[in-house]
């Protein structure tokens, strides 16, 4: 992983970069994720399932989807509360599966539809 120009590098985040909605998302945040020392890099270039948005750190640690969220969360001193909140078993469920829902529909998200409607 490289480095970055203001600090240590802390892991990489790997992004579906099909998925239009995902590439906007990076975008946006990709100046912050990049100072806060995450490598950004498509899961097709890293050989990783489609799924869901990864972050792996330095540590060794891997998380998916909402956790891979809170993971990035709890790297920023103002993003711990919310992570801090987003453990809490009552409420992590919810957030997992709200993750899922919008997973699911990224590409209609982004103005393409492969979801069926019933």
């Known amino acids: 992983m490289k480095g970055t120009a203001t600090g240590p590098v802390r892991g990489r985040v790997l992004y579906d970069g099909d998925c239009a909605f995902?590439?906007?998302w990076i975008a946006r945040f990709e100046p912050f994720l990049r100072r806060r020392g995450f490598a950004l890099e498509t899961l097709?270039?890293?050989?990783?399932?489609?799924?869901?948005?990864r972050c792996?750190?330095?540590d060794g640690r891997s998380f998916g989807g909402a956790d891979a969220l809170l993971a990035i969360a709890e790297q920023v001193w103002w993003g711990r509360?919310?992570?801090w909140l987003g453990r809490r078993r009552w409420l992590r469920p919810g957030l997992r599966a709200a993750y899922?829902?919008?997973?699911?529909r990224r590409h209609c998200l982004a103005?393409?539809?492969?979801?069926p409607r019933r």
Do not use: F, I, K, S
């Open 22 to 24: 995902c590439r906007r």
């Open 44 to 53: 097709q270039a890293a050989g990783g399932a489609l799924e869901e948005l």
């Open 56 to 58: 792996e750190l330095t």
């Open 81 to 83: 509360p919310l992570a």
């Open 100 to 104: 899922r829902w919008m997973a699911a």
């Open 111 to 115: 103005a393409r539809c492969d979801v």
